[in-house]
């Protein structure tokens, strides 16, 4: 955004013309929640521009649009808007009378020049991470995964869902049919993905747990997850993630969601006769919905991935290939792990540094 999108035009027929007026309800919903329309850093540009050039014009005896209301509307605002990014703003001032008040208190009252280099000293910071944010974003948008994320069916524990198209023009989805054995996730993702605080949040909502503390839903929704994983190796791994990232501090990490619906063929095994389904692998094994829009998947494969009985199978190998190679193309990243290597002693080790490494790279500002 501009600085010059914050400002509404408006006549004043006594003044014999109008002038540019600063939409207050514009600027302080940037403050109250995320917009579907704008982006955090979009609002952030425009909104660092617009305080850094009101301050620059007050401090140096310059002609401003906005008084000592408006550029506390447009600061409470800024400083909400880089928090959610994650960036550091809070001058010791909350408009111009008090920043007034400060560069008096600093000796920079006989001193344009030095109300200027303090300004730049502030604002620079934020500039710069601002341009790192948007670097970033650039970058994840490449291998990030295009759409809309409309809800998650996950951790089933029993039969294969039934699933209906409620509106197929708006493609809303329902589950018919052992919706009790699965999870069903419909709400708006955010640019930070799907945290764990955020999943707890949902299932503390969907099952009536309000009375509840934060750990007691947390363990709740633990034993839930756990229970739609089958094989040991797959058990290992779910539990490595959230024993070292499950503390009350991990809260904001993002929520490793077990047994992802990402194809959906409406025929069950029994009904195919046996045969494969005409869409590659129905399920992911794990899922990370990390910020914008990059997608992780991590696979365990057991034998039954690549061999047929007790013999390698090179069409079950080709296979599984190629539907990783379609789902990269989709944006998706694919990890495997072999089963073996999560049996064996120092693998909760091994997946701990893994953990690490994959979120520093694509977590990391």
């Known amino acids: 955004m501009r600085p010059s999108d914050f400002f509404n035009w408006v006549e004043f027929p006594d003044l014999d013309g109008g002038r540019s007026v600063l939409d207050a309800d514009l600027v302080d919903s940037f403050r109250l929640r995320p917009r579907e329309d704008i982006s955090d850093l979009g609002a952030a540009y425009g909104l660092t521009r617009l305080a850094y050039d009101e301050l620059v014009a007050f401090g140096t005896g310059k002609r401003d649009s906005l008084n000592d209301e408006g550029i506390s509307f447009v600061l409470r605002a800024l400083r909400a808007v880089l928090k959610r990014l994650g960036v550091e703003f809070d001058p010791p001032f909350r408009d111009f009378a008090r920043f007034r008040d400060h560069w008096i208190s600093q000796s920079m009252d006989g001193s344009y020049a030095a109300r200027r280099n303090y300004l730049n000293e502030l604002f620079d910071p934020v500039f710069s991470q601002l341009e ?44 018919v049919k052992n919706a009790e054995y699965c999870l069903f996730y419909d709400r708006p993702l955010s640019e930070a993905g799907l945290t764990w605080a955020e999943l707890v949040d949902w299932w503390r909502g969907s099952n009536g747990l309000e009375d509840q503390d934060d750990v007691e839903v947390a363990r709740s929704l633990y034993r839930r997850l756990a229970a739609s994983l089958d094989s040991p190796p797959e058990r290992s791994l779910f539990r490595t993630y959230y ?123």
Not at 143 to 171: C, E, H, M, W
Not at 282 to 304: N, T
Not at 332 to 338: C, D, P
Request: proline share 5%.
């Open 132 to 175: 790192q944010l948007e670097d970033r974003q650039a970058a994840a948008s490449v291998r990030g995964v295009d759409g809309q994320l409309k809800n998650i069916i996950f951790a089933s524990t029993g039969p294969k869902p039934r699933i209906v198209l409620r509106d197929a023009i708006n493609n809303v989805v329902e589950v």
């Open 243 to 365: 024993e070292h990232y499950g503390s009350a501090e991990g809260a904001g990490q993002t929520a490793l969601l077990p047994q992802v619906y990402l194809h959906y063929d409406p025929r069950t095994r029994r009904e195919r006769g046996g045969g494969p389904t005409v869409l590659m692998r129905e399920r992911m094994d794990f899922l990370l919905l990390l910020p914008h829009g990059v997608r992780i998947v991590l696979e365990v494969d057991g034998k039954q991935h690549y061999a047929e009985g007790d013999t390698a199978s090179p069409k079950l190998y080709s296979e599984m290939v190629s539907e990783d190679r379609r789902l990269r193309l989709r944006g998706y990243e694919v990890y495997r792990f072999g089963g073996y290597e999560l049996s064996r002693p120092g693998a909760g080790g091994m997946l701990r540094e893994f953990f690490d490494e994959l979120l520093t790279q694509y977590q990391e500002v």
